[in-house]
């Protein structure tokens, strides 16, 4: 089994920036990580995903440029680093993890999952 846990949530104004965590424990270490989120009203969407060895990374096209994903595989951690929010980027956002060794941005494609942690982006 896999435990992941996110932290780093918050509130912050628009334009501002925030760095989240996902602590993974259990059967590490894990191939493909991933962030989601979901937006009130809205399903699930993918944000970015990495591999192992940070190599491979993949984006959505509504962050590109303004986030960051990031992993230390010694500390079984990833990070995202999020820049330039805007109000649209309000949602809870969700560690994922992938048993595959094949990148995806598909949440049915995620084995393992955190509980979220609350981003609010005032404007």
């Known amino acids: 089994q896999v435990q992941l846990v996110e932290s780093g949530g918050g509130l912050v104004q628009a334009g501002g920036s925030l760095r989240l965590s996902c602590a993974a424990s259990g059967r590490t270490p894990l191939d493909w990580l991933g962030w989601f989120r979901q937006r009130p009203g809205k399903e699930r969407e993918f944000v970015t995903a990495?591999?192992?060895?940070?190599?491979?990374?993949n984006y959505a096209d509504s962050v590109k440029g303004r986030f960051t994903i990031t992993r230390d595989n010694a500390k079984n951690t990833m990070y995202l680093q999020m820049n330039s929010l805007k109000p649209e980027g309000t949602a809870v956002y969700y560690c994922?993890?992938?048993?595959?060794?094949?990148?995806?941005?598909?949440?049915?494609?995620?084995?393992?999952w955190g509980q979220g942690t609350q981003v609010t982006v005032s404007s």
């Open positions: 990495i591999n192992y060895s940070g190599t491979r990374t």
């Open positions: 994922a993890a992938r048993r595959f060794m094949t990148e995806a941005r598909e949440a049915a494609q995620y084995d393992y």
